[in-house]
């Protein structure tokens, strides 16, 4: 029994699927299906119960896995200890956020990164921060930056980078939306609302809405991603309730067409951070990453 085929073992363990460990792993499923025999061969206990649908520990398999993780992790801790950092990492590494948190959070965590790992290639996809964690599930980014939800979904593994609040904004120039807006007690009802399409930044102001008592707000558009929606408050087509750090980033030509509305009572600020498929946090280059948060 090796270190690697106790890897394979616990791949195969979480993703309870031969034809997704062995891409992963990079084997066949024939060499992979021969490893796992093997496994059983020294141990003389069956270690998965397989059918046409279902990939199931037995029994052994839990004890295997318990047992595989712990010396694992223990000869990892050896290696640090001993300083034996091995060969210099290599490869590329997926990350997924949005153009805001691109500037705004992701450079000193890359810094410290490359300074440590400067082999590894970094390849950067930008879009609605609110898609981060599907980008994840589906395997289109290996890590992803975005607003926690309500509800994380088990297979996820979440790190918080921050805290952001959310600010009340409309128009600076003059346009009817402003003059809706800035009354010692507005409408709110009345005035057009620019909304992100779903995310933390929406369930936040969804609540904001109930507290208000708008049960029926003037939606003007629902926008993918929040740079958009600055765009959209300074052109005066509505007011928006959206992350501090989005207008923070913005260009000194759109900041300066926006008005903060601050006298309104503010919801929770929403927390900010790194996630990752759980089953994936020992693969070498996503460890490393990791580890810096």
Known sequence: MDLRDLKLFLHLADSRHFGRTAQAVHVSPSTLSRQIQRL??????PLFLRDNRDVRLTSA?????????????????LRNALGQTGPALTGELRLFCSVTAAYSHLPSVLDRFRALHPLVEIKLT???AADAVSKIQSDE????????????PTSIEFTKIGEIPLRLIAPALPC???????????DWSQIPFILPEHGPSRQRIDLWFRRQKISNPQIYA????????VSMVALGCGIALLPDVVLDNSPESIR???????HVAMVAPFELGVCVQKKRLEEPLIHAFWQLL
């Open 176 to 186: 009817h939306v402003r003059t809706l807006a800035l009354v010692e007690q507005p």
């Open 126 to 128: 930008t879009g609605d």
């Open 222 to 229: 629902t926008v993918s991603g929040h740079e958009a929606i």
């Open 40 to 45: 059983e061969d020294e141990l003389g206990q």
């Open 61 to 77: 398999g839990e004890q295997l896995k318990i047992f595989a993780q712990q010396t694992l992790l223990q000869y990892q801790q």
């Open 256 to 262: 300066a067409r926006i008005t903060e509305l601050d």
């Open 141 to 152: 980014a290996d890590l992803g930056i975005a607003g926690r939800p309500e509800t994380l």
